[in-house]
């Protein structure tokens, strides 16, 4: 009987090995698909396996004291917080791996399920911008109401009376609303951790207040106001083909901070008819001009930027040629044989939506200020 019952007891705990296993196959299989960046990166992958090794241990210990339900466990915290950070997909992707992960150590059985996958689709689909604290207070509204009334609807199936339904626990979805709203707090925390970008940083970082781009106002007032006037640029782009509108405007403030090294060589920055240029050869001026790249990674860096808005720095020109200085080699040595790599930019080339719309908002404002006396169909016929 000893070994009927050690062969069951193994035998059960194989069977729940092997669909944890299935769950984890099917995530990854997920991640390598759609999110190749979590698996480079150690630390965010340890972000995303953190929440199922979280929620799995507190299940456990709620489900080990008899005085606590399940329900009092804020799950949606899950997608509301990953959706900050990633996308929607994966936001919901992971908190439906979640929840079935736990549902291994509940006794609460299918209703559990369903109305935490309930939960978890109102969570990912009403969660705004962490900065819209009324926004915020909303989806946990909308959590709280999904709960209470498909726990309402479950318990008319189960007793077909009102009289019958049991009123306390309501109480452990109050209690799990108040909990959600610890995603709020959490956000900026794990945004320091992990080293994510969120909005909440985003807009701290389009203070004009801030040293970067105080500095760069003072050192480059031409180079700062072309980045002002590329940001307006970018953000009407974005919101027109559903890009990230902050980021691409926060990124085209700091995406020339390159110029502070040596502002006077470009020409936003040259109030006389003295051109610095004009004692330079044509290599001499072009590496200046490719070096305001280099030189604005280096200066972002040092500032602690986050890399979200170094890749813009990196990307805006991607691998073009400084026309002007290369035609002007080609002019003055017209024999010889001319080493483009001279006059190109170290790239790479933009690799998002964002990034090629500050590439080309870079290009249209800087080419837009060689007009004489623009009007609108001269302008859109540049662009």
Same mark, same amino acid.
């Given at each position: 009987?000893?070994?009927?019952?050690?062969?069951?007891?193994?035998?059960?705990?194989?069977?729940?090995?092997?669909?944890?296993?299935?769950?984890?196959?099917?995530?990854?299989?997920?991640?390598?698909?759609?999110?190749?960046?979590?698996?480079?990166?150690?630390?965010?992958?340890?972000?995303?396996?953190?929440?199922?090794?979280?929620?799995?241990?507190?299940?456990?210990?709620?489900?080990?004291?008899?005085?606590?339900?399940?329900?009092?466990?804020?799950?949606?915290?899950?997608?509301?917080?990953?959706?900050?950070?990633?996308?929607?997909?994966?936001?919901?992707?992971?908190?439906?791996?979640?929840?079935?992960?736990?549902?291994?150590?509940?006794?609460?059985?299918?209703?559990?399920?369903?109305?935490?996958?309930?939960?978890?689709?109102?969570?990912?689909?009403?969660? =705004?911008?962490?900065?819209?604290?009324?926004?915020?207070?909303?989806?946990?509204?909308?959590?709280?109401?999904?709960?209470?009334?498909?726990?309402?609807?479950?318990?008319?199936?189960?007793?077909?009376?009102?009289?019958?339904?049991?009123?306390?626990?309501?109480?452990?979805?109050?209690?799990?609303?108040?909990?959600?709203?610890?995603?709020?707090?959490?956000?900026?925390?794990?945004?320091?951790?992990?080293?994510?970008?969120?909005?909440?940083?985003?807009?701290?970082?389009?203070?004009?207040?801030?040293?970067?781009?105080?500095?760069?106002?003072?050192?480059?007032?031409? =180079?700062?106001?072309?980045?002002?006037?590329?940001?307006?640029?970018?953000?009407?782009?974005?919101?027109?083909?559903?890009?990230?509108?902050?980021?691409?405007?926060?990124?085209?403030?700091?995406?020339?901070?390159?110029?502070?090294?040596?502002?006077?060589?470009?020409?936003?920055?040259?109030?006389?008819?003295?051109?610095?240029?004009?004692?330079?050869?044509?290599?001499?001026?072009?590496?200046?001009?490719?070096?305001?790249? =280099?030189?604005?990674?280096?200066?972002?860096?040092?500032?602690?930027?986050?890399?979200?808005?170094?890749?813009?720095?990196?990307?805006?020109?991607?691998? =073009?040629?400084?026309?002007?200085?290369?035609?002007?080699?080609?002019?003055?040595?017209?024999?010889?044989?001319?080493?483009?790599?001279?006059?190109?930019?170290?790239?790479?080339?933009?690799?998002?939506?964002?990034?090629?719309?500050?590439?080309?908002?870079?290009?249209?404002?800087?080419?837009?200020?060689?007009?004489?006396?623009?009007?609108?169909?001269?302008?859109?016929?540049?662009?």
């Amino acid at each position: 009987e000893d070994v009927s019952n050690k062969s069951s007891y193994y035998g059960v705990f194989g069977g729940y090995l092997l669909l944890t296993l299935l769950i984890f196959i099917v995530f990854a299989f997920y991640v390598r698909t759609y999110k190749k960046d979590i698996l480079a990166s150690p630390k965010r992958l340890f972000f995303i396996l953190l929440w199922f090794i979280a929620f799995s241990y507190l299940v456990y210990a709620v489900e080990k004291n008899s005085e606590l339900s399940s329900y009092l466990i804020p799950f949606c915290i899950v997608p509301i917080i990953i959706k900050h950070f990633y996308s929607d997909r994966l936001a919901f992707f992971t908190h439906i791996v979640n929840i079935l992960i736990v549902s291994l150590l509940t006794t609460l059985g299918y209703e559990f399920i369903e109305l935490q996958i309930l939960a978890g689709i109102v969570a990912v689909l009403s969660v =705004t911008d962490a900065r819209n604290w009324n926004g915020f207070f909303t989806t946990v509204f909308a959590i709280g109401a999904t709960y209470a009334l498909g726990l309402l609807g479950l318990s008319f199936i189960k007793t077909g009376t009102i009289q019958d339904i049991d009123w306390g626990i309501f109480t452990w979805i109050f209690l799990n609303m108040l909990l959600t709203m610890l995603a709020f707090p959490l956000i900026p925390l794990l945004e320091r951790v992990f080293g994510f970008t969120s909005s909440i940083s985003l807009v701290e970082l389009s203070d004009m207040g801030r040293p970067l781009l105080k500095n760069l106002s003072l050192k480059a007032p031409g =180079t700062m106001q072309h980045s002002l006037q590329v940001a307006n640029l970018c953000e009407a782009a974005a919101e027109t083909i559903q890009a990230d509108t902050l980021l691409v405007k926060v990124a085209a403030l700091y995406h020339d901070i390159g110029k502070m090294d040596k502002p006077i060589y470009f020409i936003e920055n040259q109030n006389s008819d003295i051109n610095p240029h004009d004692d330079l050869s044509a290599i001499e001026s072009a590496q200046i001009i490719i070096g305001h790249v =280099t030189g604005g990674i280096s200066r972002a860096k040092k500032y602690g930027l986050p890399n979200e808005i170094i890749d813009f720095i990196r990307t805006h020109h991607g691998e =073009t040629k400084v026309a002007y200085f290369l035609k002007r080699y080609k002019k003055e040595n017209p024999e010889e044989e001319v080493d483009e790599e001279y006059f190109t930019y170290p790239g790479p080339i933009p690799f998002s939506k964002e990034t090629a719309i500050v590439m080309m908002a870079d290009y249209i404002e800087a080419a837009s200020m060689s007009l004489q006396n623009p009007n609108e169909h001269q302008i859109d016929e540049l662009v």
